[in-house]
């Protein structure tokens, strides 16, 4: 079953502004992760936030976490076109498996 | 460092054919290893996980099997492909005791099914 729903599907951006996707889940999680995919590739890891943490940085990228309302966001400053592809939020929990959203895809426009 | 190897990257195959989609993992040992099932434009969908040799966790009913016959390589199979069985395949592999850590991708393997 899915858990974490990113919003918004699709987002469309000039280079240099930044980018925000938002993800949100249903029940109680250990940690929450964002991967990014490029077109027919694999994922590759970007950051977890783990439970009792709010916020947290890595280079461009940083991702909230707001456990009482189940949802993270990502953030991504001075986008580049390099930056284009589908981000996903996945949550680890209890039952021992990460379980991944459908996706936010980002195009950034040179 | 670790890499992770998945092959073939691509295949055509008709219905009622079998599969073998191999995925092994290099500079670890006893790794969780994983498929997961992409359709496109959607999320991932776990197919199954293992935490050790011979040990095999299914998360969803289908015609698909998997099998860890070594430490490090992880084979998804099928006796007879289905139209819906087509899709981007990915294995991806974690440190072992870690299920929900970060987890380590192989390029996929991008099925078509006619």
């Known amino acids: 079953s899915q858990q974490g729903e990113e919003d918004p599907q699709a987002l469309s951006i000039q280079e240099g502004e930044n980018a925000t996707m938002n993800c949100s889940y249903k029940?109680?999680?250990?940690?929450l992760q964002w991967y990014r995919q490029n077109s027919g590739r694999g994922l590759v890891h970007l950051i977890l936030?783990?439970?009792?943490?709010r916020e947290k940085h890595s280079g461009r990228l940083r991702v909230t976490l707001d456990t009482s309302k189940k949802s993270s966001s990502l953030l991504i400053t001075a986008s580049r076109a390099a930056d284009t592809a589908s981000y996903f939020c996945a949550t680890g929990s209890n039952t021992g498996k990460l379980i991944f959203g459908q996706g936010t895809t980002l195009q950034v426009k040179p | 460092s670790q890499t992770i190897h998945q092959w073939p990257a691509t295949l055509v195959q008709p219905v009622g054919s079998p599969l073998s989609l191999e995925c092994t993992v290099e500079g670890t040992s006893n790794p969780n290893l994983y498929w997961y099932r992409q359709a496109a434009g959607r999320g991932l969908q776990l197919l199954f996980y293992s935490v050790g040799i011979g040990q095999i966790s299914s998360e969803v009913p289908q015609n698909l099997s998997a099998s860890r016959p070594q430490d490090r390589q992880f084979i998804l199979s099928s006796k007879k492909l289905l139209l819906s069985d087509s899709g981007f395949y990915l294995c991806?592999?974690?440190?072992?005791?870690?299920?929900?850590?970060?987890?380590?991708f192989g390029e996929g393997s991008r099925l078509t099914v006619l």
């Open positions: 029940t109680s999680i250990n940690n």
């Open positions: 991806a592999w974690s440190v072992f005791g870690t299920n929900t850590g970060e987890l380590f």
């Open positions: 936030i783990r439970s009792n943490e």
